[in-house]
């Protein structure tokens, strides 16, 4: 099925056709370091919705994706303590939780700030599966960093007693779990979604698809199985931008872009970035596995693949990071 929208020339302004997929990160939903309550995740989930919504009144088709980690690491922490009393879920199942949870906050808070901004779009939250192979290396390496922070003393008891991979976060000072982050291959829904597309819903509906990743799913005699795994959001949104042949590709975190000599006392935010030079500097290592590694290596591909503007930015700074003022920027 091809989408049947025209590409728009360069020098035309990017104004009603452009088809945008904006990537939350899990910790702009609940920061890593600070968990918080409910209410404090819905109040910020609130202002990041009211900057979706001046996003989408500007006119383009808006798709929402978003990360999982601190939310499904605080599932695995709750199913750990409750053993005793209920059994704990697999991490798939909990992939789906979260899928509930944050499509859930997003679905609130987004379409009453489109009530208020006078956006007429519907929030559609879809359960999303991801397939990926069960000879993926990454069941034999973890590299996913999920759940909080722990003490270094913390780490080596959780190892101890649960068999957990603990590694060290060097950027932020604290150690974390890590789990398998298979490579997503394909989004199950994303035909489902490319019809609605074809069918015009994109300018009534904001599809919130693919949450943390998407449930990882192998094909094994003729099922959908779901594995122990959580997928990096960022690899999945590179995939969900393909399926949906988005033109934008924006990558929300809680930095305001990506950086070289990012460890060091002097990181050198990067702005407006040509493709080539991304590449050298992802392929030198600038990029961390696991963190912002994962969002340039999407980038990469998404540009590869036919997309014209990859961003990188925070959320306050994200209208001007679509308006080349803010973040870094990649274009094709
Ligand atoms: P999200 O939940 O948004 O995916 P991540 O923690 O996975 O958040 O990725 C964002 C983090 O990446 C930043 O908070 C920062 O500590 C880290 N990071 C690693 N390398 C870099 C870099 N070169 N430039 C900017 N941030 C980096
Ligand atoms: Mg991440």
Redesign the pocket.
């Known amino acids: 099925m091809t989408n049947p929208r025209p590409r728009l020339e360069p020098g035309r302004a990017p104004a009603q056709s452009t088809r945008l997929l904006v990537a939350l990160?899990?910790?702009?939903i609940q920061p890593?370091h600070d968990p918080g309550t409910w209410a404090e995740a819905m109040r910020q989930m609130r202002q990041t919705a009211n900057v979706l919504a001046r996003v989408a009144r500007r006119g383009p088709e808006l798709i929402v994706t978003h990360?999982n980690?601190p939310q499904v690491g605080d599932l695995m922490r709750e199913a750990e303590l409750g053993a005793s009393e209920v059994p704990a879920p697999p991490m798939h199942v909990l992939g789906a939780e979260t899928q509930g949870q944050i499509g859930y906050l997003i679905a609130q808070e987004l379409s009453a700030a489109f009530q208020h901004a006078r956006v007429p779009r519907w929030v559609i939250p879809i359960i999303s599966r991801t397939e990926v192979s069960v000879r993926d290396p990454a069941f034999r390496s973890p590299t996913k960093p999920v759940g909080r922070f722990y003490s270094a003393r913390e780490a080596r008891e959780l190892r101890r007693q649960h068999g957990w991979t603990m590694r060290e976060d060097l950027?932020?000072g604290g150690w974390r779990r890590v789990v398998p982050s298979p490579r997503p291959l394909r989004w199950l829904e994303g035909d489902a979604v490319r019809a609605m597309f074809a069918a015009d819903l994109g300018t009534q509906c904001v599809f919130v698809v693919s949450g943390g990743g998407g449930i990882p799913v192998v094909r094994r005699q003729g099922h959908w199985e779901g594995v122990d795994a959580v997928i990096d959001?960022?690899r999945a949104a590179a995939l969900v931008a393909h399926t949906l042949d988005v033109d934008t590709l924006a990558?929300?975190?809680?930095?305001p872009?990506?950086?070289?000599d990012?460890q060091s006392d002097h990181?050198r935010w990067l702005g407006r970035v040509a493709l080539d030079e991304l590449i050298r500097y992802w392929k030198r290592g600038?990029?961390?596995e696991?963190?912002?590694?994962?969002?340039v290596e999407a980038g990469i591909r998404f540009l590869r693949n036919g997309g014209r503007t990859f961003l990188i930015s925070d959320i306050r700074s994200l209208p001007r990071a679509l308006a080349g003022r803010a973040g870094t920027r990649v274009e094709h």
């Open positions: 990160g899990g910790n702009a890593a990360g980690g950027g932020r959001k960022d990558i929300v975190t809680d930095v872009g990506a950086a070289l990012y990181p600038e990029f961390a696991g963190s912002m590694g994962p969002k």
